[in-house]
T-cell receptor, first 114, second 112 residues
Framework: GAGVSQSPRYKVTKRGQDVALRCDPI?????LYWYRQALGQGPEFLTY????????KSGLPNDRFSAERPEGSISTLTIQRTEQRDSAMYRC????????????FGPGTRLTVL | AQSVSQHNHHVILSEAASLELGCNYS??????LFWYVQYPGQHLQLLLK??????LVKGIKGFEAEFIKSKFSFNLRKPSVQWSDTAEYFC??????????FGTGTSLTVIP
């Protein structure tokens, strides 16, 4: 596709439910990043992949959060047993190389946990 | 861990005024530096980046930024802002090959 896409764009869920957020990076991009952005804050790093390998997951807040990129393309961020404090914008970005290069961001998924 | 500080949280300017947004980071080693912009209703876009070489970097839409290593700074500038520059601006820092750290953002409002 022309850019990074994310789905759903908006997700409202009840506390305790599991949610899966999807990111479809730009075709051919090696690196994929997940961020969480609270209102009035900058993006906060969660995790990133080079190809299918998860390189760094130090930003995941706890073990309810997990991410995968099984075929080195589409990635899924899963939040189990959601809590109200998980409400935020979840952003995905991809970049061309395994070494640092420009990140291209998707539109984000706005998650609201009731 | 890296930290990125943007001291101006909200800036209001009249059209044609000059702009300077501050960005400071904490890491003393080799870094790559970025400014991203988010226009209302849109997603984050790259304004400019610094990897190496000339510390004065030119970006899109007349923006520039200067890397001053001794001050750990990468301030964003524009000589004459326009109403269309109203947006949220984020500074970001990367330590080669590792995660990105973003500042908290500066909201710029330009009054026509």
């Amino acid at each position: 596709g022309a850019g990074v896409s994310q789905s759903p764009r908006y997700k409202v869920t009840k506390r305790g439910q599991d949610v899966a957020l999807r990111c479809d990076p730009i075709s051919g991009h090696v690196s994929l990043y997940w961020y969480r952005q609270a209102l009035g804050q900058g993006p906060e790093f969660l995790t990133y992949f080079n190809y299918e390998a998860q390189q760094d997951k130090s930003g995941l807040p706890n073990d309810r959060f997990s991410a995968e990129r099984p075929e080195g393309s589409i990635s899924t961020l899963t939040i189990q047993r959601t809590e109200q404090r998980d409400s935020a914008m979840y952003r995905c970005a991809s970049s061309l190389g395994a070494l640092v290069s420009e990140q291209f961001f998707g539109p984000g998924t706005r998650l609201t946990v009731l | 861990a890296q930290s990125v500080s943007q001291h101006n949280h909200h800036v209001i300017l009249s059209e044609a005024a000059s702009l300077e947004l501050g960005c400071n980071y904490s890491y003393g080693g080799t870094v790559n530096l970025f400014w991203y912009v988010q226009y209302p209703g849109q997603h984050l876009q790259l304004l400019l980046k610094y990897f190496s070489g000339d510390p004065l970097v030119k970006g899109i839409k007349g923006f520039e930024a200067e890397f001053i290593k001794s001050k750990f700074s990468f301030n964003l500038r524009k000589p004459s802002v326009q109403w269309s520059d109203t947006a949220e601006y984020f500074c970001a820092v990367n330590e080669d090959g590792n995660q990105f750290y973003f500042g908290t953002g500066t909201s710029l409002t330009v009054i026509p």
